[in-house]
């Protein structure tokens, strides 16, 4: 789609017409390893900051790194950076939320994977309004 695809969609990353917008009233405040980038308001008397991400890649607020999640909602004031601790090796990397697409969890018995699910093994009574 190209051009057109970039004034039309926003779905699949920022508009022109964000873009525009960002370059305009905001100043670049940080990048994160997944080439999301972060904006803040230039700084108008008697506003409120305002700051925002523009996505690289599809729009998916799950790609937000809980380090930038706090700076957009203002939980601090710093950037991310200038005050987090070095990775814990324990860490995983970042995986994009699943559902809908063919990597999601399909448990056994799910009707994706054959709809067959191992037999009761007894200790469950159905409930009926009888008894």
Not at 55 to 67: I, L, M, T
Not at 69 to 95: F, T
Not at 106 to 130: F, I, N, Q
């Amino acid at each position: 789609m190209g051009l057109l695809g970039k004034i039309f969609t926003w779905w699949d990353g920022a508009t022109v017409g964000t873009h525009l917008f960002s370059a305009l009233n905001g100043e670049k405040v940080g990048e994160d390893h997944q080439g999301n980038t972060y904006f803040r308001s230039k700084p108008k008397k008697g506003q409120k900051e305002r700051r925002w991400v523009l996505y690289k890649g599809a729009n998916d607020a799950s790609r937000v790194p809980s380090e930038w999640h706090g700076w957009l909602h203002n939980s601090y004031d710093a950037v991310p950076e200038s005050h987090l601790p070095p990775p814990r090796i324990w860490e995983k990397d970042y995986v994009p939320n699943l559902t809908g697409t063919t990597g999601a969890y399909r448990p056994a018995g799910s009707l994706d994977r054959g709809g067959v699910r191992a037999a009761a093994t007894g200790d469950y009574e159905a409930w009926t309004p009888e008894a």
